[in-house]
């Protein structure tokens, strides 16, 4: 017998945590989905965790109280065909998952969506641009 603790499935673990990606972009709390769902806050947990395996009916539960296509779960999921092509993170949407799963990056989505002066918006991100250029070029000079 093996003391080992079963490793979750890398897609349980993807689809997990685009689960907590959309509920965390809607500002929803783990308690609020749980209770959509007629589960505990702790079952969402282990679902976003990929520890907990996620039915097929209970998917397509989630997907609609998040408002989102069932299949918006699996984008960018370890085997798919973006996956497959070289892993070309910047092509596909890893890099903003990634950045939406932080603190900094969901609340400044949040803001800059808020932002309905389009002229504002380009300035924020030619801002962002500038900012970014700079710290670049601080760390070549070190």
Same mark, same amino acid.
Do not use: C
């Given at each position: 017998?093996?003391? !080992?603790?079963?490793?979750? /499935?890398?897609?349980?673990?993807?689809?997990?945590?685009?689960?907590?990606?959309?509920?965390t972009m809607?500002?929803?709390? +783990?308690? !609020? %989905?749980? @209770?959509?769902?007629?589960?505990?806050? +702790?079952?969402i947990q282990?679902?976003?965790?990929?520890?907990?395996?996620?039915?097929?009916?209970?998917? +397509?539960?989630?997907?609609?109280?998040?408002?989102?296509?069932?299949?918006?779960?699996?984008?960018?999921?370890?085997?798919? @065909?973006?996956?497959?092509?070289?892993?070309?993170?910047?092509?596909?949407?890893?890099?903003?998952? /990634?950045?939406?799963?932080?603190? @900094?990056? %969901? +609340?400044?989505?949040?803001?800059?969506?808020?932002?309905?002066?389009?002229?504002v918006r380009?300035?924020?991100?030619?801002?962002?641009?500038?900012?970014?250029?700079?710290?670049?070029?601080?760390?070549?000079?070190?």
């Amino acid at each position: 017998m093996s003391d !080992k603790k079963k490793v979750p /499935n890398p897609i349980d673990i993807h689809v997990g945590s685009r689960i907590r990606l959309r509920r965390t972009m809607l500002g929803m709390s +783990q308690e !609020k %989905l749980g @209770e959509s769902l007629g589960i505990t806050f +702790q079952q969402i947990q282990k679902y976003e965790k990929g520890t907990n395996r996620v039915g097929a009916s209970r998917l +397509q539960n989630i997907a609609g109280i998040l408002n989102v296509p069932v299949s918006f779960f699996f984008e960018d999921a370890p085997g798919s @065909e973006a996956d497959l092509s070289g892993g070309l993170e910047e092509t596909s949407t890893g890099y903003v998952v /990634n950045f939406l799963s932080s603190s @900094e990056g %969901l +609340q400044l989505n949040r803001a800059f969506v808020n932002i309905s002066d389009p002229k504002v918006r380009r300035r924020i991100i030619d801002l962002v641009k500038s900012l970014a250029d700079d710290a670049d070029g601080d760390s070549d000079a070190e």
